[in-house]
């Protein structure tokens, strides 16, 4: 029998967990023996009777010691890697990209590690998408922290005393956590704009009821490959885009923004200079701040005053949400799980050669085996072999901490 611990997070006070009642009952119907840490659900209000309610038992954090897979929202730490024996299974949002350090330490420890940001876009991954899941919460919640911290209401209102205006909001990407954030703030009755490298995305954001913003030459109509990256642009393009961004922002209330790029600092979308030109009281959310910021003077885990606005950077955005956060993203483990034990034998059942396993798995027996983090062989090429298609995906949040949300989103 497969036996399946989920610990509680203990990095950066992470709330969310990995298993909800729900995904332990399914768990325990493929034939594992699940074992949850106490306290794990309380970020999430689950509290340890719901999970005992449903079969699992409870233990200390040395529960994992016997484990043959782990369930986690973060990466194991160095302090709690010792904690796994020897081939285990890790399956967790594991922000690989320029942590080779961590990566090599748990090759060293034995672990088997999958990273769920690296699910493929193949409909029969869709239900794991950990990115899909959480970039649409990290959307919501970012309207609804920008709708508290502005001083003004968000829709029109016509009363007798007179009219109160809508609120403008901008936002800046229209990936999966873009895309809900115009949902959301157009529920709210605001009237929003949105802009996005690819050309794509204009249809999807005014089926939304918001306006495009974008210089729509002839590059920009050409600026996706054909699996749905974005395109890098000249800098010529980049100018006059950024010239029309800075005449928008200046006559906008809020602006989120949601760019990314794997293994790359976040690109700088908003200069001091665009938010001093804004109007006092206004907000801005950065979605990208875990990777240096969309926005110029934004500062990790503060609300920063920068000229006239205020400009948010909370950390760990789905986190704030982490009641329903947490049950989506034990839905998309639970879902993988399905495929790493033999329903017959209900045994672990580990294939390098199965399409989902090979997309995300990053260590196994001692070494790093993911294509993109794995040490050069010698004497082999570096470098992208085909810059064009890289993994440059189109503006969107790293709604899972430190990830990068998928190019073509769902809202």
């Known amino acids: 029998m497969v036996r399946l611990f989920v610990p509680r997070e203990h990095e950066m006070g992470e709330p969310r967990v990995a298993a909800s009642p729900d995904t332990v009952r399914r768990l325990i119907g493929l034939g594992t023996e699940v074992w949850v840490e106490r306290g794990a659900g309380e970020g999430s209000r689950i509290p340890d009777r719901d999970f005992e309610a449903v079969g699992a038992h409870l233990a200390d954090q040395e529960g994992g010691r016997d484990a043959d897979i782990v369930l986690k929202v973060r990466r194991p730490s160095a302090d709690e890697i010792p904690n796994y024996r020897r081939g285990a299974v890790v399956v967790a949002i594991q922000d690989p990209y320029g942590h080779d350090d961590a990566l090599r330490a748990m090759?060293?420890?034995?672990?088997?590690?999958?990273a769920m940001e690296l699910m493929p876009r193949i409909t029969r991954a869709q239900v794991m998408d950990v990115l899909s899941s959480q970039a649409n919460l990290a959307g919501y919640q970012a309207v609804m922290d920008a709708a508290a911290i502005y001083d003004r209401a968000f829709p029109m209102?016509?009363?007798?005393?007179?009219?109160?205006?809508?609120?403008?909001?901008?936002?800046?990407?229209?990936?999966?956590?873009?895309?809900?954030?115009?949902?959301?703030?157009?529920?709210?009755?605001?009237?929003?704009?949105?802009?996005?490298?690819?050309?794509?995305?204009?249809?999807?954001?005014?089926?939304?009821?918001?306006k495009f913003i974008a210089v729509e030459d002839d590059e920009f109509r050409a600026a996706e490959t054909a699996g749905g990256y974005a395109k890098e642009m000249s800098e010529s393009y980049r100018r006059r885009q950024a010239e029309l961004t800075a005449s928008h922002i200046a006559k906008q209330?809020?602006?989120?923004?949601?760019?990314?790029?794997?293994?790359?600092?976040?690109?700088?979308?908003?200069?001091?200079?665009?938010?001093?030109?804004?109007?006092?009281?206004?907000?801005?959310?950065?979605?990208?701040?875990?990777?240096?910021?969309?926005?110029?003077?934004?500062?990790?885990?503060?609300?920063?005053?920068?000229?006239?606005?205020?400009?948010?950077?909370?950390?760990?955005?789905?986190?704030?949400?982490?009641?329903?956060?947490?049950?989506?993203?034990?839905?998309?483990?639970?879902?993988f799980v399905e495929?790493?034990?033999?329903?017959?034998?209900?045994?672990?059942?580990?294939?390098?050669?199965?399409?989902?396993?090979?997309?995300?798995?990053?260590?196994?027996?001692?070494?790093?085996?993911?294509?993109?983090?794995?040490?050069?062989?010698?004497?082999?090429?570096?470098?992208?072999?085909?810059?064009?298609?890289?993994?440059?995906?189109?503006?969107?949040?790293?709604?899972?901490?430190?990830?990068?949300?998928?190019?073509?989103g769902t809202h």
């Not at 090759?107 to 999958?114: D, I, N, P, V």
Request: charged residues 20%; proline residues 9%; aromatic residues 2%.
């Open 107 to 114: 090759a060293e420890a034995g672990l088997t590690s999958f």
């Open 157 to 210: 209102m016509m009363t007798a005393a007179g009219t109160v205006p809508a609120a403008r909001v901008f936002v800046m990407g229209a990936g999966v956590a873009g895309l809900q954030a115009i949902a959301t703030a157009r529920r709210l009755g605001a009237v929003v704009t949105a802009t996005d490298v690819r050309p794509a995305a204009k249809e999807q954001v005014e089926s939304l009821g918001a």
């Open 253 to 335: 209330d809020i602006v989120i923004t949601t760019a990314l790029i794997p293994g790359r600092p976040a690109p700088r979308l908003v200069t001091r200079a665009m938010v001093e030109s804004m109007k006092p009281g206004s907000v801005l959310v950065d979605l990208a701040v875990e990777r240096g910021g969309n926005v110029e003077g934004a500062v990790p885990g503060e609300v920063a005053e920068v000229g006239p606005a205020r400009v948010v950077g909370y950390l760990n955005m789905p986190g704030r949400i982490a009641a329903t956060a947490s049950l989506l993203y034990a839905r998309n483990l639970a879902a």
């Open 339 to 408: 495929t790493l034990v033999d329903k017959e034998t209900k045994t672990l059942r580990l294939d390098p050669t199965d399409e989902l396993q090979r997309a995300t798995m990053l260590t196994h027996e001692g070494r790093v085996v993911h294509p993109n983090f794995a040490p050069p062989a010698p004497d082999a090429p570096t470098g992208d072999p085909n810059p064009a298609e890289s993994a440059t995906p189109a503006m969107d949040a790293a709604a899972a901490g430190a990830v990068t949300e998928p190019e073509k």
